[in-house]
């Protein structure tokens, strides 16, 4: 059975930083490509960072450039998000996505996700 369990959300003032790990388990971890997901109330699931499978290549979502890093850990089957810089628009729910894709077929996994909420 896959699992992809994100952790680290929370309450955090503007300007604040934040760390989200999401750790995978049921798959070859280092054979995917991670990447985090956000979703604001009464938004669409947006694409915020991307990470490849063996971690040489990372992507980011203009919106985020410069503030958040992408990272991931193939030895502990996890992946990180590091949040600085946040604003009141970087609260949403976060989520953790895997992909594997061969010739044949793509392979698609998504966490629960998780809160984060910055505030003042």
């Known amino acids: 059975q896959v699992q992809l369990v994100e952790s680290g959300g929370g309450l955090v003032q503007p300007g604040g930083s934040l760390r989200l790990s999401c750790e995978a388990s049921?798959?070859?971890?280092?054979?995917?490509?991670m990447s985090w997901y956000r979703q604001a109330p009464g938004k669409e699931r947006v694409w915020v960072a991307r990470?490849?499978?063996?971690?040489?290549?990372?992507g980011y979502a203009d919106f985020v450039k410069g503030r958040f890093t992408i990272s991931r850990d193939n030895g502990k089957n996890t992946v990180y998000l590091q949040m600085t810089s946040l604003k009141p628009e970087d609260t949403a729910v976060y989520y953790c996505?895997?992909?594997?894709?061969?010739?044949?077929?793509?392979?698609?996994?998504w966490g629960q996700g998780t809160q984060v909420t910055v505030s003042s």
């Open positions: 996505n895997a992909v594997r894709r061969t010739v044949f077929t793509t392979q698609d996994y």
């Open positions: 049921g798959i070859t971890f280092s054979d995917y490509a």
């Open positions: 990470i490849t499978s063996v971690g040489g290549s990372t």
